[in-house]
């Protein structure tokens, strides 16, 4: 899902030699170490909704038409040019949750990591970006405007935000991960990893080593605490007040628990039981 921590988490993957993109976008407010996002997949991401006249970000709660056979074929190429000069590849991009079935059908074997954040902290970041983008408009404004944003605008537009976003936000964030959560119900255990991108703090080692014993990737160690600048994730606040369904959040809180199941805690306890 979108800000969850996706970027932080690839650029450690990049920086411990996994290839993500030959051109990638760049920065902006909330991710200014940049998006580690690989312009030809969410470039055509973007695309497959403009054409079906649906937000280019993605921000959708519900399923849409599947794919034509040419809209494959163009995603199909993408991978096979991939596929071409790079022997251990992939790709960052939240709206990948939209497409996953595609995906499985066209890469069978491909390997899914999984960011987890709580739907409290995703739909505070969320609000927090938009509030920040606000911020940065007014800022360069003089004379009256950038006085009615400090004294007038400023102090409330977070409730406002927060009025008018969390409960659909919250949608979002279940739509995302409950098409995750049933897509890795279909696939090996192997294949998927998920984790919390806290988990990097102290188990980076832990993680890396799955992606290369497990998963059998060419990598080399990089010290996630010399990625993470502090302050780079944005803290949380109480959304409930907002949501006008309470059955969402009751819902929310199922989907996390029972991606927190699926965790690699979860897959390691499994092994040593095993053994």
Not at 14 to 37: R, S
Not at 84 to 106: H, I, M
Request: proline share 3%; glycine share 6%.
């Amino acid at each position: 899902m979108h800000r969850s921590g996706t970027s932080l988490m690839t650029h450690w993957l990049h920086t411990c030699g996994l290839h993500i993109g030959d051109e990638l976008l760049g920065a902006d407010t909330g991710n200014e170490n940049g998006h580690f996002e690989d312009l030809d997949f969410l470039n055509s991401h973007k695309a497959l909704l403009k054409g079906r006249r649906l937000p280019d970000n993605g921000f959708i709660a519900n399923p849409f038409k599947q794919l034509s056979s040419e809209e494959k074929d163009k995603l199909r190429d993408i991978i096979s040019y991939k596929s071409a000069f790079n022997q251990e590849w992939g790709w960052k991009d939240p709206r990948t949750c939209l497409f996953l079935d595609v995906y499985n059908e066209l890469i069978p074997g491909a390997f899914y990591f999984v960011v987890l954040r709580d739907y409290q902290s995703v739909i505070s970041s969320l609000v927090y970006r938009m509030y920040k983008q606000s911020e940065k408009k007014y800022a360069s404004k003089k004379g009256i405007p950038g006085f009615i944003w400090k004294y007038f605008i400023k102090k409330k537009k977070m409730k406002v935000l927060s009025k008018k976003y969390c409960q659909r936000f919250l949608q979002i964030w279940i739509a995302y991960n409950q098409a995750i959560l049933q897509h890795i119900k279909r696939l090996p255990v192997h294949n998927y990893l998920v984790a919390d991108y806290s988990i990097l703090f102290d188990n980076d080692k832990l993680i890396f080593e799955y992606l290369v014993n497990t998963w059998g990737f060419t990598l080399h160690f990089f010290d996630f605490k010399n990625i993470y600048k502090a302050g780079q994730l944005n803290t949380s606040f109480n959304i409930d007040p907002y949501i006008k369904d309470k059955s969402l959040i009751s819902k929310a809180s199922y989907i996390e628990e029972l991606l927190r199941q699926k965790s690699i805690f979860s897959h390691l306890k499994e092994t040593l039981v095993a053994t």
